[in-house]
């Protein structure tokens, strides 16, 4: 079993930046991929970007590339996402996620992670 406590998220102006955190425990954090997944109002949860479990291995969805970055501390046990020049379009609800399998690589399909943070709002203002 693995918990995660997503925080971070707040009510911001367009171009201003925040940066999330993903608290695990549980299990040991140290040998799984991560991600982080958004959910706008009325629409799907889609991918933002993934880490190895060595942080070695970065994955993002097109449109945050060069905007957000993720990282890991697995001394900490804890997974960031920090997202620079945010746009109205990205208000949602960030979820950090736990991907099974030993030293998996990241993956940007809702369905390798077994595990999800409760979520934290972001919102962009204009």
């Known amino acids: 079993q693995v918990h995660l406590v997503d925080s971070g998220g707040g009510l911001v102006q367009a171009g201003d930046s925040l940066r999330l955190s993903c608290a695990a425990s549980?299990?040991?954090?140290?040998?799984?991929?991560m991600g982080w997944f958004r959910q706008a109002p009325g629409k799907e949860r889609d991918f933002v970007a993934a880490i190895s479990w060595d942080g070695r291995s970065t994955s993002y969805t097109d449109s945050v590339k060069g905007r957000f970055t993720i990282s890991r501390d697995n001394a900490k046990n804890t997974v960031y996402l920090q997202m620079n020049s945010l746009k109205p379009e990205e208000t949602a609800i960030y979820y950090c996620?736990?991907?099974w399998g030993f030293g998996s690589p990241p993956s940007p399909s809702e369905g390798d992670y077994a595990y999800w943070g409760q979520g934290t709002q972001v919102t962009v203002s204009s």
């Open positions: 549980g299990r040991t954090f140290s040998s799984y991929a």
């Open positions: 996620a736990f991907r």
